[in-house]
């Protein structure tokens, strides 16, 4: 019974030592939140008007003269269009 104990005990340390040896792995715990250390989750960008940054994510979308631009409010976005708008 205790070759067997022993056994089982060299068989567990020598499976951490290769697992350890072929790299760490995820845990089970950090692959149910979505990644390790390092992982960007999103962006923060600068509102061209107010100049406060904030997630990309949360942006209000304006496509104009063919370039992809954020605000950080309906405000900002509208208050943009109003200044363009003057200007041309």
């Known amino acids: 019974m205790i070759r067997l104990l022993v056994y089982m ?48 994510r949360d942006g209000v979308y304006l496509k104009h003269e063919g370039r992809d631009m954020y605000f950080c409010s309906p405000e900002c976005k509208d208050t943009y269009l109003k200044q363009n708008e003057k200007s041309s």
């Open 9 to 56: 005990l060299l068989f567990y340390v020598g499976f951490r030592v290769v697992r350890t040896l072929m790299g760490r792995t995820p845990s089970r715990r950090e692959s149910e939140q979505g990644g390790g250390v390092g992982r960007i989750d999103d962006v923060m960008i600068q509102d061209p008007v107010c100049g406060v940054y904030f997630p990309m």
